[in-house]
């Protein structure tokens, strides 16, 4: 069992920046695939970005591409998500994500474990 835990969202203004924090529950956290995903009100739960445990890569949705950076600190158990040039589209419960089996992590079904979510408004 993983148990995540998601911090560091808030209200911004359009252009600021956040960064996401996830903390993981277990020392196994290093070997599980991290994704971010979020939710904005009345659409669903959508792929952010996913960083592998082994190689490191990182690949992000077209929407975030050059705004945000994913990244991880196996030591602290933790995975990032830093958001720069934030828009008011932008604006969603972000969740963290891990996968065990690092097969499609652009899908939602890929991932055995999820944070319970934190809300990032971006106001124009």
């Known amino acids: 069992q993983v148990q995540l835990v998601e911090s560091g969202g808030g209200l911004v203004q359009a252009g600021g920046s956040l960064r996401l924090s996830c903390a993981a529950s277990?020392?196994?956290?290093?070997?599980?695939?991290m994704g971010w995903f979020r939710q904005a009100p009345g659409k669903e739960r959508e792929f952010v970005a996913f960083?592998?445990?082994?190689?490191?890569?990182?690949y992000y949705a077209d929407s975030v591409k050059g705004r945000f950076t994913i990244s991880r600190d196996n030591a602290k158990n933790t995975v990032y998500l830093q958001m720069y040039s934030l828009k008011p589209e932008d604006t969603a419960v972000y969740y963290c994500?891990?996968?065990?089996?690092?097969?499609?992590?652009?899908?939602?079904?890929?991932?055995?474990?999820w944070g319970q979510g934190t809300q990032v408004t971006v106001s124009s």
């Open positions: 960083i592998r445990w082994r190689s490191g890569s990182t």
């Open positions: 277990r020392r196994t956290f290093s070997s599980y695939d």
């Open positions: 994500a891990a996968s065990s089996s690092g097969i499609y992590l652009l899908s939602l079904g890929s991932y055995d474990y």
